[in-house]
């Protein structure tokens, strides 16, 4: 019985470790507490036209300048959604954003972590935190 219990708490405590790994490796809080999942892959649906290839501002005249009328964008991951944007790709209407460049997500070290500086805002003051270029992660 004695041994029962012996390999039950190690279970316990291997998932308890298991655990703190993952959620050191697979979020990153963002502002307000919201976390942000980093995302391993290739490729991601173009956030600016919203995956049709066609430019949102001139419509069926003009294939979209982020995509390349793919509706499909090559990434490195792991990413995680753009903190400036909201991974809208957009930024004042029809702008694509200067952070992700439009694609809706921005590339990040494996070793990511909330940023120390601005706490996960990416605001520092008036202007973005330059540690963290205005992400909320280094």
Request: proline share 4%.
């Amino acid at each position: 019985m004695a041994r029962r219990a012996a390999v039950l708490q190690k279970a316990v405590t291997d998932m308890g470790y298991a655990a703190k790994v993952l959620a050191k490796f697979a979020k990153l809080e963002g502002t307000r507490g919201r976390s942000r999942n980093k995302r391993f892959v290739d490729s991601v649906s173009c956030a600016y036209c919203r995956g049709s290839g066609v430019d949102p501002k001139y419509g069926n005249i003009s294939k979209c300048s982020v995509c390349g009328a793919t509706g499909q964008v090559k990434v490195t991951p792991p990413v995680v959604t753009c903190l400036k944007c909201a991974g809208s790709g957009r930024e004042g209407g029809d702008l694509s954003c200067l952070a992700c460049r439009g694609t809706g997500v921005v590339s990040v070290g494996k070793e990511a972590a909330t940023c120390p500086k601005c706490g996960g805002t990416g605001e520092d003051g008036v202007f973005y935190c330059a540690p963290c270029k205005g992400q909320g992660i280094l």
